[in-house]
């Protein structure tokens, strides 16, 4: 079985927690810009309220056997100080079912059947 984790990460962050994972063996990771917010709603910076706080999403796909220890570097690298602080970020863990090869239509996860490519 594989897992994906969804990490979202600080923007100062995120070349950190790149790095620590190739370095980890872990180099195949998807990056993308987010904005949101969490139970705080936002930060108030004087009279301004900003509601969605830009972040860096990180997804990664791993063998099971490994998800606590790419947790264990993501949350290492990704937390500000010693102890963390409000807006660090969220991980996200699901279990990951199938994935498919577009060019190929080839199952890559628990392959029982591929699926027919139309030419």
């Known amino acids: ?23 980890s063996g872990y180099p195949a990771v998807t990056r993308m810009s987010v904005a949101g917010r969490g139970k705080q709603r936002g930060i108030k910076i ?7 706080i830009p972040k ?9 056997k490994d998800r606590d220890f790419v947790l264990k570097t993501i949350l290492a690298t990704a937390r ?4 963390g602080a409000f807006g660090d970020g969220k991980i996200f863990v699901s279990p990951v079912i ?12 628990d392959l029982e059947e591929d699926l027919e490519v139309a030419s």
């Open 1 to 23: 079985m594989k897992a994906m984790i969804k990490a979202i990460v600080r923007p100062e962050k995120v070349n950190a927690v790149m790095s620590a994972l190739m370095e």
């Open 46 to 52: 004087g009279e301004i309220t900003y509601d969605e």
């Open 56 to 64: 860096e999403m990180l997804l990664s796909v791993v063998d099971e």
């Open 80 to 83: 500000t100080g010693e102890k």
């Open 98 to 109: 199938a994935s498919y090869t577009i060019s190929s239509g080839k199952k890559n996860i």
